[in-house]
Every structure is written in structure tokens, then in C-alpha cells.
């Protein structure tokens, strides 16, 4: 139902893609080639709902705590298909907290990695079998992702890592637990008397710049 492409395009820009794991793309383990894809088919989408018994969609509520355009990008793209979406717009820590209650029906949030280029730093949040987390905790609570995330974690082995991290992310996509938007993009502003570079780990390491 959601156009992730338009999204990443006209609204975040600046290189932003479109994750088909709900990792980063360049993180060891994110095996995005084990991903189910979910192309935008707004068509499709109304069938499945009347398929699951709503042909005249439904009511929900969608809880936020990020920029009202990406809300209402989404929002929008619900209505489209039937789904009616009110948009509770909330500070990080309130968002958070509900999340941690399990009272949110659709969830929007964001994630970080701390700049570790590693899917160990975000999988075992999101499925850890637990609720507790940042702007994450595990809502799905299923019980073989959370085993295979496990072992993918206790091994050091990279061919072992590799397998386990990629049946986890097959698992997760089929079930859709996890639907990523887009990526992030870091945006710095400098004048032009200012040798300034920008790092892939978004970190901004000023004490490398000089006046020129």
C-alpha cells in the first residue's frame, strides 16, 4: 500500500533508499537477497484486505514521533487503499513508552545502529523476544526468529552469521513484522570558507576541518 520508492525520493532525498531487509544495506548480515520484496501494487493491497475480510477497510491508529511529512506520506497512502490511519503525533520518550506497553497498533519509528556497520546492532532490538528497547522492543514475540537471531549472534563465524542472519530476515520479511521506509540521510550545512567532510558513519568529526 505504501510507495517506499516516492517516499525515499521526494521527501527524504539526498541518496535515501529503500531497505528490502529491516537492516541497513551495507551491514554484514543483512542478507537483503533472502528478503520477500513487497512492491507498491495499491491494487493488490485492496484485494488482500477484502480477501481478509475488510472489502470497506478499517479504522487505527498510526503512533509517531517522527516529521509530520513522513506521518502524513504514510497516513495518505493507507486511505488510499481503505485503511483509515489517525495519526498520533508524540514526543520520543511518550511514542516510546506506549510502544513499551503494547497499546500501538501501527508504530512508525526510526532506528540507528551507533554507526556499527553490523546487523548485530539492530536485529537482536527488534527480535529479541522481549519489549524492551529504545524506540524499538519486540513486538512480534516470535520464538524461531529470536532463536535464529540468537545463533547468529553467538557464533563467529561469518559463513554461520551469514546463514542464520539470512533465515532470519526470510522469516521476518513473510511475516511482515517489520516494514522498512527508507534510510536516513544525514544533512550538514558549512560555508564555503570551510574544509568540511562528511563520513559514512554520520558522525561529523569537525576537529578535522580547518578554515581554509
Not at 488482500?48 to 504514510?74: H, M, R
Not at 542472519?165 to 570551510?194: D, F, G, H, N
Request: aromatic letters at 10%.
Amino acid at each position: 500500500a505504501i510507495d517506499r520508492n516516492a517516499i525515499a525520493r521526494k521527501l527524504m532525498q539526498g541518496g535515501s533508499r529503500v531497505p528490502e531487509a529491516p537492516c541497513f544495506p551495507t551491514q554484514f548480515g543483512c542478507e537483503s537477497a533472502a528478503a520477500v520484496r513487497y512492491p507498491y501494487d495499491p491494487a493488490k493491497a485492496r484485494a488482500q484486505l477484502a480477501a481478509a475480510g475488510y472489502p470497506n477497510g478499517f479504522s487505527t491508529e498510526l503512533v509517531s514521533f517522527l516529521l509530520p511529512q513522513f506521518e502524513d506520506a504514510v497516513q495518505g497512502y493507507l486511505k488510499a487503499v481503505g485503511i483509515d490511519a489517525r495519526v498520533t503525533h508524540l514526543q520520543v520518550q511518550a511514542a516510546v513508552r506506549r510502544n513499551l506497553e503494547g497499546s500501538i497498533p501501527i508504530y512508525f519509528a526510526t532506528w540507528g545502529s551507533q554507526s556499527i556497520n553490523d546487523v548485530s546492532a539492530i536485529l537482536p532490538h527488534l527480535f529479541s523476544g522481549q519489549p524492551e528497547g529504545f524506540a524499538a522492543g519486540d513486538d512480534t514475540r516470535d520464538a524461531e526468529l529470536k532463536k535464529l537471531v540468537d545463533a547468529a549472534g553467538s557464533s563467529a563465524d561469518a559463513d554461520t552469521r551469514r546463514k542464520f542472519y539470512s533465515a532470519a530476515v526470510k522469516l521476518a520479511t513473510e511475516q511482515m513484522y517489520v516494514l522498512p521506509i527508507m534510510t536516513s540521510v544525514q544533512t550538514y550545512v558549512t560555508r564555503r570558507e570551510l574544509n568540511f567532510r562528511p563520513y559514512p558513519d554520520e558522525l561529523p568529526r569537525f576537529y578535522l576541518s580547518t578554515w581554509k
